[in-house]
């Protein structure tokens, strides 16, 4: 591996920090600044974490539907096949999130063996 | 492993305090699932052409799984710096109320505000679930020393796991490879769905999912918020249906 790909150019830790840290960190000092008086359980925060759990869902389905990388080269079936048999077992064991993804890894891995 | 008692004489030093901070990350499961999600997104930093230094800024600074994902598979998929810092700030909201409420647990009087800046830069989900669970047990004056020290025991768990998880990428068959980037995607989605405690987190969680492939045909180049705000919307609207009823 080369120092170029370990150590990247500094365009891309500009984009780090100015599509990722800053966007990222201000709700953290906002908090640290005008933490109480905020009511937890106030509408508006309902809406705000069904929206932030909504984008997130939506990061897993991306990874899955339009997969980078090495996962491209699992078949399509196979990809939904691993989650819904990892989401079976989660929800088999009580919400293990431990057995859930083991079992959706060894979904894939003996699927793709059996593909050859 | 037990922490030591309240009133022990172990936690006169804040630097003990610190120690048993760090030596908590092996008290709990979510170290390894952890451990599994940054592997993930040290491979799919791979992947997706980033270095490897970038990714360990990325976890160093921005310290929250779902945003360093959103950024990596946002920008990896050729989106503009604008609308990837639309998604993360989105993402990162859930931090504000995750931070107030974590940091009245380690106040004292006598606490300054920037004596707390660790202790808000390492909120995210994994920390702020263990303070509700290891700061009763630790004396208030010595608390800010050991979340700085738990936080910073599982940050070098991220990063040793982000390198390796480079490595492995860069070097595994194929096969392997793949099974490190689904990781990321597993990890999540149980950890989030073990997280729903109202019926609006899983029906958030679930329209979410269903709604993105929906919302990547229109090619907007805003999918995911596309599909979030939508999804977001309709699972506060049952939130609120119910509140109406009941």
Known sequence: ?116 | MALPSLDSPQWQSPWRAFAWGVRSITQTILTLVLFATYLGIGALAHDTQFSLLWALCSTLFVWAGPAQIILITTLGSGATIIQSAIAVTVSAIRLFPMVVSVLPLMRTPTTKRRELFFAAHLTAVTLWVECHRFLPLVPRERRIAFVNGLGFGLVSVCLTANTLGYFLAANLTQTLGAAILLLTPLSFLFSTARNSREVADVVALTLGILLYPLAARMNSGLDILVSGVAAGTIAYGVHWWREVRA
Do not use: C, H
Request: net charge neutral.
């Open chain 1, 1 to 116: 591996m080369s120092a170029a790909q370990l150590i990247g150019d500094w365009q891309a830790l500009v984009v780090l920090f100015v599509a990722g840290v800053v966007p990222n960190q201000i709700w953290r000092m906002l908090g640290l600044w005008f933490g109480g008086g905020i009511d937890e359980g106030s509408e508006l925060l309902v809406w705000v974490r069904a929206v932030a759990t909504a984008i997130l869902a939506g990061v897993i389905a991306q990874i899955v539907v339009e997969p980078p990388g090495a996962l491209a080269s699992v078949p399509d079936a196979l990809r939904y096949g691993a989650v819904a048999a990892g989401l079976v077992v989660f929800l088999l064991t009580r919400r293990s999130i431990f057995a859930g993804v083991v079992a959706g890894e060894v979904f894939m891995l003996a699927g793709k063996w059996w593909l050859g």
